[in-house]
């Protein structure tokens, strides 16, 4: 096992230190960006991607009533308004509400999308300004 006293650099500033996890157990300097003043780290891990994917659409028919989205386990899900959309769609929870005044949700108008990191995509309802507005989905999991 390496030293584990923290020493001062060439420029005689005390340095934070952090121990390897591997076996030597070795002892390294940690090095902060001077601009963001985040923590530096050098990492081989590969981002690691989804084992499927599933696309659909979802159409509310009647302003001021959410339909929610069907049941499907996931890790993200993008949402994107239909780019014939006469005004916008608005997602949120059960309580979403499209309507200009009291409106809950977030607002998306024709082709204008957002990515949701849920669990399950029926956890997301849809509300509509005008009648039979579209979304489409791809569900990431």
Known sequence: MAEETSKRDVNRITVSLGVTDDT????????????????????????QGYASVYAGSITVSTPGTAVQFETKSC??????AHEQNNDAIVI????????YVGRLGLVLYPTQGQWFNVSNMNLLYADCVQDSARAHFISLN
Do not use: F, H
């Open 24 to 47: 030597d157990k070795d002892v390294t300097q940690l090095r902060v960006d001077s601009t963001s003043k985040r923590l530096l780290v050098d990492s081989l891990t590969e981002p």
């Open 75 to 80: 890790e993200r899900v993008y949402i994107q």
């Open 92 to 99: 949120g929870d059960a309580s979403v509400m499209a309507t």
